[in-house]
């Protein structure tokens, strides 16, 4: 590229100035986007420019105005082909953000209806195996007791225990395959990235949205991704939580801070109806849910993700008080310096 | 009635079980079977409804999730089809919603798999129970239907004025007929509806309606 640039400033020079061969320097810069970065071609593009004022000085032959206007389109040339071919790049750069968020949310939602599915997996043989149980007993309190049907039930339940065993293989099998990711999150970044996912759903329901993001939190060590799925977890919580209320008391809080433990804590808040005790009790099991069209898994996979790395997730709530969701995690060890 | 229905109906219950899981299936049919009760199950909602419901009472064991249609829909569209077995319903997990959507339509019970074998089996017996009861009551109203049908049009007037607490007198006016025949009418109305009093006739004539 270097030579092309040598090769152009070369008959520039040395071509008349009635010859405006600087427009050739477009070609540079359209090679150059593809490699280089935003910064990198704009740099690229004002060494163009020098180089084709710095040529007009040390041509020698023909008209010097000529010259000078040759020049100018040139340098206009090169400035309008640059502006475009960045904005092409960013344009690009979006469509590809924009695949990526799609296809995390896709695999959260495979995650969910994998879950959703094992459990239905394993409970069927269960559920089997508790009814034949009850059916065998039941033959034996028979009087006489019925043995052989007893035994026949007994054989089932062999059966469909080892039918649920199977699935536990599986899954097992399944999980042993993504080890454990952990890298240096910042959680303000994570949880920021995070909302920008969910801001559509926020507008949408006209709720006003408030971040409380402590400065100097240190950084924690985690899936990224997996913490991002808690956050969007609880965002989705506290927005469906708040289609009950009116618009202009829908406010949504997030905010991050350090505890005495030295904890990073991240907490969202809603001004929804809030909930009774009872419900609370429930909250974090599985397949319990009090939407009309969740699975109830939500809340049970954030609790697994933030206990397995080594956090806390609670809820605190009262009626038409809102709810507090929040999880802390511990703080990764300070960087040698 | 024939008299090959009244044999089948002769109070030998049926529970009908509509689970997709066969182990599930088999389990239940035994345990049914080790407390005398007969079943009969099936893998899809469509299998239950290519075979005919048999004349005796009974109720329907219906899981929640399955594929192809749904427990709760196809609960809804029971009457519909002309189906008024009692419905228990049994889930691997069933929330809030789902359990207050099925009782509202008239269930049983909504419980949730693996279930204690006891409460199964009371719900069996109430729906059974409560499908008998509904069977005699339909059969006491085609009864009296038949009684009633057999009055003349004259008869019916007067029962629905002697009903209603009218004096003879009154109805008389009202028909433009003599008191005389009134009271023919309405003797004759409480002899062909075998009615021992007033009373009796108002209580069928609520049956009727």
Redesign the interface.
Known sequence: MVSLLICIFAADTVTNFEIAFAVFYIAVILIAVGFLSARGVAVLASICIGLTVFSLFLTQRGSFEAGLLNCGISTCAIGITTYLALKIVAAQAAVFDAQEQFARMARLTRLGELTASIAHEVNQPLAAVATSADACRRWLDHSPPNLERARQAAERIAVDARRASDVIVRVRRLAKNEAPHRERVDLNEAAVEAIGMAEHEIERNSISLQMNLADDLPSVMADKIQIQQVISNLLINAIEAMTGVPSFKRELTISSSRDEGGSVVFAVADSGSGMKQSTLDHLFEAFWTTKESGMGIGLTISRSIIEAHGGIISVTSAPRMGAVVQFSLPAAEEKQA | MTTAGQAIDANEPIVYVIDD?R??R???E??L???GLTARSYGSVKEFLSTPVANAPGCLVLDV?MPGQSGLEFQQQMTTLGIRLPVIF?T??G???MSVKAMKNGAIEFLT???R?QDLLDAIQQGIERDRLQRKEDSLSSNLRELWQALSPGERVVMELVVQGRLNKQIAGELGVSEITVKVRRSQVMRKMNAKSVTDLVRMWDRLK
Do not use: E, M, Y
């Open positions: 899981d182990s599930v088999v389990a239940l035994d345990l079977a080790s407390v999730r049994i691997g997990h929330d809030i919603a798999k693996p279930f074998d």
